[in-house]
């Protein structure tokens, strides 16, 4: 396969990585020669062409310090669990897509006539059917999207050091790219050129679209992988073939030196596309109806609070599990450009139909609680941001920050130091953040009544993903930072809820 690269220019790396200590992305980790004295004399501006060989992947197997972020799965158990979700993923959003149609919004009633016509009458009568249009408009939206993202100007970003030390660039423009698309949006609506209802109107073409474009997205980056992969040493092999095409095997797969798979995909078709999708439902619940609900109006509030706060911190989400630890597969692939858009929209789907009226009592106390839930999740992870930013040189509630220094290894064997903040938020609960998620998870579903269990998948699927994500991570930190994390749960009992949980 490929060829192992000479331990000078991974040394001569990580001289760069030292000499750029204090830049954002940097800050949490300090970079040591195995002999534990940091050289900043040295500044090599030449990129190694690093790269793995079976030995090496074989050594992270069995070494468990320089495994962290490398090997996973792998066992039937889970490959059956990745291609379960492969293949019902696709399925449940056409379900979702099914039950609002032409089941009022009942998933109960579309499974037992599912149950009793049998799959294929099913699938025949009831299937969202495929439309040249949409496609053409959904390819139009990809490459409209594409352009901005590697045209527009932004800020110069850095990810977090991967486990085979490599650090990132980013240009961070999604603010930008959603201010432009927005606008231009809004301008076509109000000149008459475009319907503003367009994007409801042609659902069920464009969730054909976006589900082809997922698959087709989710081959290309297995395929992309084994054959031009852009930092192969980063590449993670569970040895199932149908893990890696679901967990992923690149972990941050570019075209060029610049244009990243993950960042376009989760902002762009992904998060871009919710706010717009939101406010075409809002025009459509006005066609059909001729009023527009207080519901509605809350839910996409909710929303755009959350996903203007995305792009406001792009540079902030570099840092998150998303960019520095997931690989991109069908689970990051297909989840940003079909799962986004249609399971974080569900709530405007359903209120758009069949619409609901709240009292002004129930109107205010869903939307402070959502706002709640989003100040508590920004405060959270803006302690961290802020802490790992000035390498645990601030203050947190007003006194300097408390926190444990851990060490990790990279893969070429090199030793990290990294900090763990202890407190504020972070002194409390070890994944506060997940809480004021989940909060504004609950109150985004609210406005849609208790009737229906449809408008409630959004709450249910950030349920389990965060759930899922906490014990995941928390392995991964065991494994990364060994005894120094197991000081770090000592001092900070509680995932989420002190004394529950
Ligand atoms: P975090 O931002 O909490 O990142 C976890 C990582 O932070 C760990 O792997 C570790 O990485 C580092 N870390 C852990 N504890 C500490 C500490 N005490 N001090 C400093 N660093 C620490 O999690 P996520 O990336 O999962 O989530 C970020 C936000 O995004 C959350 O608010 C979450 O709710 C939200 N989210 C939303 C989703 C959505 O679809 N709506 C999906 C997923 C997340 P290391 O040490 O290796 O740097």
């Excluded at 040394?11 to 040591?32: F, I």
């Excluded at 690149?250 to 993950?262: A, I, T, V």
Aim: net charge positive.
């Amino acid at each position: 396969m490929d060829s192992p690269s000479p331990c000078r220019s991974f040394s001569c790396q990580h001289r760069v990585l030292n000499w750029k200590y204090g830049e954002p992305g940097m800050t949490a980790d300090h970079h040591q020669e195995s002999n534990g004295e940091a050289d900043k004399s040295v500044i090599c501006t030449q990129r190694p062409q690093a790269s793995i060989s079976n030995k090496w992947i074989s050594a992270v197997k069995t070494d468990p310090m320089i495994s962290w972020g490398r090997w996973a799965g792998g066992s039937w158990l889970s490959a059956i669990g990745c291609a379960g979700i492969s293949i019902f993923g696709p399925l449940l959003v056409f379900l979702l897509w099914v039950a609002l149609e032409d089941f009022n919004g009942s998933l109960f009633a579309s499974l037992s006539v599912f149950w009793s016509k049998g799959l294929i009458p099913f699938v025949v009568r009831f299937a969202p059917q495929p439309s040249v249009k949409a496609c053409i408009g959904y390819v139009a939206w990809l490459v409209f999207q594409a352009t901005l993202y590697a045209c527009l100007p932004g800020k110069n970003s850095s990810g977090q050091l991967t486990p085979a030390g490599n650090l990132l660039k980013y240009n961070t423009n999604g603010l930008f790219a959603w201010v432009v698309t927005h606008l231009l949006a809004v301008m076509a609506a109000i000149s008459g050129i475009l319907n503003p209802a367009m994007l409801a109107k042609h659902w069920e073409g464009l969730l054909v679209a976006a589900n082809i474009y997922g698959l087709f997205l989710s081959a290309f980056s297995y395929l992309k992988a084994y054959i031009a992969p852009t930092h192969p040493e980063d590449r993670k092999f569970s040895g199932s073939v149908l893990y890696d095409f679901y967990m992923g095997i690149e972990l941050n797969p570019r075209f060029g030196k610049s244009w990243d798979f993950k960042l376009f995909h989760i902002g762009r078709p992904g998060l871009i596309a919710w706010t717009l999708i939101d406010l075409s439902y809002v025009a459509w619940q006005y066609q059909l109806h001729g009023f527009v609900t207080n519901s509605i109006i809350i839910v996409s509030i909710l929303h755009a609070v959350y996903a203007l706060d995305f792009f406001i911190n792009e540079d902030w989400y570099l840092r998150t599990i998303d960019i520095c630890h997931d690989h991109f597969g069908f689970y990051l692939a297909w989840g940003s450009v079909v799962w986004i858009p249609t399971i974080y929209t569900v709530q405007v789907q359903y209120l758009a139909r069949y619409p609901v009226k709240l009292s002004s009592l129930s109107a205010t106390i869903i939307l402070l609680t959502g706002l709640g839930g989003y100040a508590l999740f920004r405060s959270v992870n803006h302690q961290k941001d802020i802490f790992r930013r000035t390498n645990g040189q601030c203050e947190i509630w007003g006194k300097k920050a408390e926190y444990i220094s851990c060490n990790f290894k990279t893969q070429d064997g090199l030793n990290h130091e990294s900090l763990l903040l202890c407190s504020g938020w972070w002194g409390m609960v070890r994944h506060a953040n997940y809480v004021g998620d989940l909060v504004l998870s609950y109150a985004m579903c609210a406005p849609s009544g208790t009737t229906h269990l449809l408008p409630w998948t959004y709450a249910l699927f950030m349920t389990l993903l965060l759930m899922h994500r906490c014990s995941r991570d928390e392995q991964r930190c065991l494994e990364k930072y060994g005894e120094d994390w197991k000081a770090y749960r000592e001092k900070v009992r509680w995932r989420l809820i002190p004394g529950i949980f």
